[in-house]
Antibody, heavy 123, light 110 residues
Framework: QVQLVESGGGVVQPGGSLRLSCAAS????????MHWVRQAPGKGLEWVAF????????YYADSVKGRFTISRDNSKNTLYLQMNSLRAEDTAVYYC????????????????WGRGTLVTVSS | QSALTQPASVSGSPGQSITISCTGT?????????VSWYQQHPGKAPKLMIY???NRPSGVSNRFSGSKSGNTASLTISGLQAEDEADYYC??????????FGTGTKVTVL
């Protein structure tokens, strides 16, 4: 079954850290670029970060640059998002999402999404 | 990078056609054909409806179509049905090698 399953969300204090995971199954994870997208409660979607299929290129939204790090372990079919110096405005459901084609060319759209994991930053 | 501008809400009666606009700049929507549209029902993950301005993934109804003119992209839903009631988001690649989403549009079927 082709799917993405996020985990690692929870409640964290401002200034704290959290690492999210996204377990992929049903497709050759190591061949696809992957993204993180978030959605604050009751708000719209916000793109967070991208990592190339082999981890060689990474892009970040300005709002998280320098605080968040995207990475992957292709041997474990898992995508990660390390989040440091968390702020209240980082509170959101975090989705991982897959690029549509197994190539180095970025298509910048997502044909598969996970169900998301909720991160709450609050004291 | 500012979010692309979408109308907050659009409504229509069953069977009617509606169009949702998505306005950006020459650095995103106007500069590239990497515009996509997503449908999101409450509590669910988004679903891809249109990619590369006007292409429809397999399995998506042909009642959904996309287009672009200048810095504005559009999603048209024809033959509106009750199950089309959802939030819709556009997205575009940007000149900064990032992705920007639209502000979102709530579609109501009257």
């Amino acid at each position: 079954q082709v799917q993405l399953v996020e985990s690692g969300g929870g409640v964290v204090q401002p200034g704290g850290s959290l690492r999210l995971s996204c377990a992929a199954s049903g497709f050759t994870f190591s061949s696809y670029g992957m993204h993180w997208v978030r959605q604050a409660p009751g708000k719209g979607l916000e793109w967070v970060a991208f990592i190339r299929y082999d981890g060689s290129n990474k892009y970040y939204a300005d709002s998280v640059k320098g605080r968040f790090t995207i990475s992957r372990d292709n041997s474990k079919n898992t995508l990660y998002l390390q989040m440091n110096s968390l702020r209240a405005e980082d509170t959101a459901v975090y989705y991982c999402a897959k690029e549509p084609y197994s190539s180095s060319f970025l298509n910048w759209y997502f044909d598969l999404w996970g169900r998301g994991t909720l991160v709450t930053v609050s004291s | 990078q500012s979010a692309l501008t979408q109308p907050a809400s659009v409504s229509g009666s069953p069977g009617q056609s509606i169009t949702i606009s998505c306005t950006g700049t020459s650095s995103d929507v106007g500069g590239y054909n990497y515009v996509s549209w997503y449908q999101q029902h409450p509590g669910k993950a988004p679903k891809l409806m249109i990619y590369d301005v006007s292409n429809r993934p397999s399995g998506v109804s042909n009642r959904f179509s996309g287009s672009k003119s200048g810095n504005t992209a559009s999603l048209t839903i024809s033959g509106l049905q009750a199950e089309d009631e959802a939030d819709y988001y556009c997205s575009s690649y940007t000149s900064s090698s990032t992705l920007v989403f639209g502000t979102g549009t709530k579609v109501t079927v009257l």
